[in-house]
């Protein structure tokens, strides 16, 4: 599984920003995918995923400001998972990384692309 992340960039508080992860390869075998972020001299932590049925979790942080989408069927040889940024904080400031989970089991990153909110 491959997955390739974009969309970081710099944005001022309350403004918005869309990031996009291409994933491709063997999808037959990921039940969960999702996004995370990792904030300078801070551990990574989960911002939100999605499973193939559907269901999304968000962590309270986020909660009414970040939503996760998928473009496809996750089992798709090739889809697109979107998280939708608003009303961003300075705190949201961090690398964000696309994650899958695999029944294998296995789990793959993306290469994280920077978002940066200045205050």
């Known amino acids: 599984v491959q997955l390739q992340a974009s969309g970081g960039g710099l944005v001022q508080a309350g403004g918005s920003l869309r990031l996009s992860c291409a994933a491709s390869g063997n999808m037959e075998t990921v039940y969960r995918m999702g996004w995370y972020r990792q904030a300078p001299g801070k551990l990574r932590e989960s911002v939100a995923n999605?499973?193939?049925?559907?269901?999304?979790?968000?962590?309270?942080f986020v909660k009414g400001r970040f939503t996760i989408s998928i473009d496809s069927a996750m089992d798709s040889a090739k889809n697109t998972l979107t998280l939708q940024m608003n009303s961003l904080k300075s705190e949201d400031t961090a690398v964000y990384y696309c994650?899958?989970?695999?029944?294998?089991?296995?789990?793959?990153w993306g290469q994280g692309t920077l978002v940066t909110v200045s205050s």
């Open positions: 999605i499973t193939n049925g559907g269901s999304k979790i968000y962590a309270e």
């Open positions: 994650n899958a989970n695999s029944y294998v089991p296995e789990t793959y």
